[in-house]
């Protein structure tokens, strides 16, 4: 006879029997429906609100959530013994090569790559987990974005000229000088008007800009030693002339 047990949540579920299918569906629906993003695994709110209005754990709404991100689907995975795959040794360091050059790349770009073979994304997923020519696991996670230009030859020379250059100083007596641009929201601006009763309120300007003001600072090791604030943008010149 089959064991039943109850979470925190008063809620009675058997061990090891995956979440009803309708409840999956729920829970995917409920996120997307609040803004969740399958492609990048973004949710509205924590997985712990989730598993208080659902009554399930926070791990159990993770792992749908993340499966539904990866696989596009909600069904539990098929137990059993392993299967031959359609991937050779090719197709396999082809897969490594997209995740490394462009490691946000989706599963069904992946298959556009692969036209030759009808696989699945579910298959391509595994792979990319486990089976991959470097022997690395690669794991789903948040994105770091890096601007390209910053690793040309000229700008690592640069910035290894700068460093020779710092470190032969004295460093109490290293100034660091910097500007910011600053934008002020609703300045000078009518933030109400009159429109039918139940429409918006529009109205269509040239151009939309807020002023904006700039920011000079020198700092030291023992913090900013001078500040300015001017209207308006700067460029070069007015910079190298607030001292």
């Known amino acids: 006879m089959e064991t039943k047990q109850v979470n925190k ?7 090891g029997v995956a979440l009803d ?72 360091e082809l897969i490594e090569v997209l995740k490394v050059h462009s490691p946000s790349i989706s599963l069904s770009e992946i298959i556009q790559e692969l036209p030759a073979l009808e696989i699945s994304m579910s298959a391509i997923s595994r792979a990319i987990r486990n089976r991959l020519p470097s022997g690395e696991q690669y794991t789903r996670k948040k994105l770091t974005r890096l601007a390209r230009e910053r690793f040309t030859p000229e700008n690592m020379f640069y910035t290894q000229l700068f460093i020779n250059y710092l470190s032969s100083k004295d460093p109490y007596r ?41 920011l000079n600072m020198l700092v030291s090791l023992d913090g900013p030693v001078y500040h300015n604030i001017v209207n308006g943008g700067t460029n070069t010149a007015p910079f190298s002339y607030v001292f």
């Open 21 to 92: 299918q309708d409840l999956k569906c729920l829970i995917v629906d409920s996120i997307i429906k609040e803004g969740g993003d399958r492609a990048t695994g973004y949710i509205p709110c924590t997985f712990a609100k989730l598993s208080r209005r659902f009554c399930v754990s926070s791990k159990a709404i993770k792992s749908v959530w993340h499966r539904f991100c990866e696989e596009m689907t909600t069904t539990p995975k098929k137990k059993g013994g392993m299967t031959h795959s359609k991937l050779e040794e090719g197709d396999l």
């Open 174 to 214: 290293l100034k660091f000088f910097d500007e910011a641009g600053i934008k002020i929201p609703c300045v000078g601006t009518r933030t109400y008007g009159h429109s039918a009763k139940g429409t918006r309120s529009v109205e269509v300007v040239r151009k939309h800009e807020s002023p904006n003001k700039t």
């Open 9 to 15: 949540f008063g809620r009675s579920y058997s061990q």
